[in-house]
């Protein structure tokens, strides 16, 4: 069967696609470069995530961040280099197909629909094949303050539970790799860290997550891995807590 076939094919979902086969990471990126224009604005860079972990991306704004992500998910193009999904080679392959197999994004700024109910947006997932009753009752499970929102429209809800919604309407399409982009942002900290007790809960019922974050320390306490990037390089990776003495080195002595 293809990687690249329809979601639901003959009762096998998207998972099983892409946790079928070898112990291959979900995700890797190899001596991958990038450009804009003439500005080369990644240089070899090399991630890795293994199933069933949570691998934290670091490094200020500039660093070369959100780049990456766009290469990881057919969003932009690689220069040079090889982005592998399961074990298979992708580059050139569009963000849909990635998504068809298992790559859901939840990016910066959340991405609700803010006109809609939580209903409604969670109405959205249903096309990967899952029932609207099912989806609720996921979304709900996971968070149960949505179950009290549901017929409320979304962008009257605090950033908080805005930042639930997207997480429950991507956890709803069952993907294999959850890549969130700066979870954090415009949070109050208390938030953040009930939304990263969740992230580690997702990590252990076995989906593969990639964690984009500015405000590193954020993230650190639920991570198996980390990297920090800086100027388009990665210049560490590793357990938090071997790297988390070079993350002011790396934010040029901000507070990370």
């Known amino acids: 069967m293809s990687i690249f076939t329809s979601r639901r094919t003959a009762g096998s979902d998207t998972t099983a696609l892409l946790t079928s086969g070898d112990d291959a990471p979900l995700l890797e990126l190899r001596g991958v470069t990038a450009c804009y224009g003439r500005i080369q604005v990644l240089n070899g860079v090399d991630l890795v995530v293994p199933r069933g972990e949570v691998v934290a991306l670091l490094g200020p704004n500039g660093a070369g961040k959100s780049t990456t992500l766009k290469v990881a998910t057919g ?47 969670l109405k959205m997932a249903t096309f990967a094949g899952t029932s609207e009753e099912q989806v609720i009752e996921r979304a709900v499970a996971r968070f149960p303050r949505l179950g009290e929102r549901l017929d409320q429209m979304a962008g009257t809800m605090s950033g908080g539970e805005q930042q639930m919604l997207a997480m429950a309407r991507g956890l709803a399409t069952d993907p294999a790799l959850l890549i969130i982009d700066e979870l954090s942002m415009g949070l109050a900290p208390l938030i953040v860290a009930e939304l990263y007790e969740i992230v580690a809960g997702i990590a252990h019922e076995g989906v593969s997550i990639l964690v984009v974050e500015q405000f590193a320390r954020t993230v650190l306490g639920v991570a198996d891995q980390a990297l920090i990037m800086q100027h388009g390089y990665v210049i560490a990776s590793g357990p938090p807590a071997e790297i988390e003495a070079e993350l002011s080195a790396a934010y040029l002595g901000a507070n990370p």
Do not use: M, W, Y
């Not at 220069?79 to 963000?95: E, I, L, Q, Y």
């Not at 939840?106 to 809609?116: A, D, K, Y």
């Open 75 to 121: 969003q932009h193009p690689v220069a040079s280099g090889c982005v592998h999904v399961a074990g298979r080679h992708v580059n050139g392959v569009k963000p849909d197909a990635l998504a068809r197999i298992g790559l859901c994004t939840i990016p910066e700024g959340r991405g609700i629909f803010r006109n809609l109910t939580v209903r409604e947006n």
